[in-house]
């Protein structure tokens, strides 16, 4: 009798030690991670640090799948370390990518600023080569649909300047390298055309 109450009792007490021993996933390093990666996407560390962004959320979506291979192991045969890592590696990077991200917005401004002065300068450039431009029978509609391009690109500056007081300064950005893009082209294909005048 003793004897059954003995194995009853080691009974107990092994199982009470598997049931400790088993590893848990480590829910508080997923929930430091999630809300690193929330805060850095509000400081908008998505836009002006994609790189780096999609870096740490690849990170923590790795650790996400590593925790569910684990979970769909035996109990006793889970180890979460791997993920622990990648969870680590989520939230040091997610937060060293914000405390970046006003230095980055400083760089892009600037940038714009930039680009905004070269648009100018340019749609001044092309606005030159219009009046030098040929204007024959066939190149009056071309010239004419290059003065509405014109005036659509010299209209996109408003919206540049709105984006740029809503501190939108990646927007402002690409609209502005668009325009710029658009008004080089228009300055070669007129420049060409004068070129060709002046051949003749």
Known sequence: ?????????????????LVGGCAKPPQ??????????DAAKQAEADRYLAGEFKAAQDSLNAAM??????????????????AAKLLEAATTLANNITSQVDAKKEEVK????????????GLTEAKALLKKAPKGKEGKEVLEAIQGELTTVD???VEVTDLMNK??????KDKLMAGLQKVNEIKEELA????KKMGK
């Open 1 to 17: 009798m003793l004897r059954k109450y003995f194995f009853l009792a080691l009974g107990l007490i092994l199982a009470v030690a």
């Open 28 to 37: 508080q390093a997923v929930d430091a991670a999630k809300a690193a990666l």
């Open 65 to 82: 799948a590593e925790i569910e291979t684990q979970n769909s192991k035996f109990a006793l045969t889970r180890n979460y370390d791997k």
């Open 110 to 121: 600037a940038e714009a600023q930039q680009l905004f002065t070269d648009l100018q300068n």
């Open 155 to 157: 209209n996109s500056l």
């Open 167 to 172: 501190s939108d300064f990646m927007g402002a």
């Open 192 to 195: 060409q055309a004068i070129a």
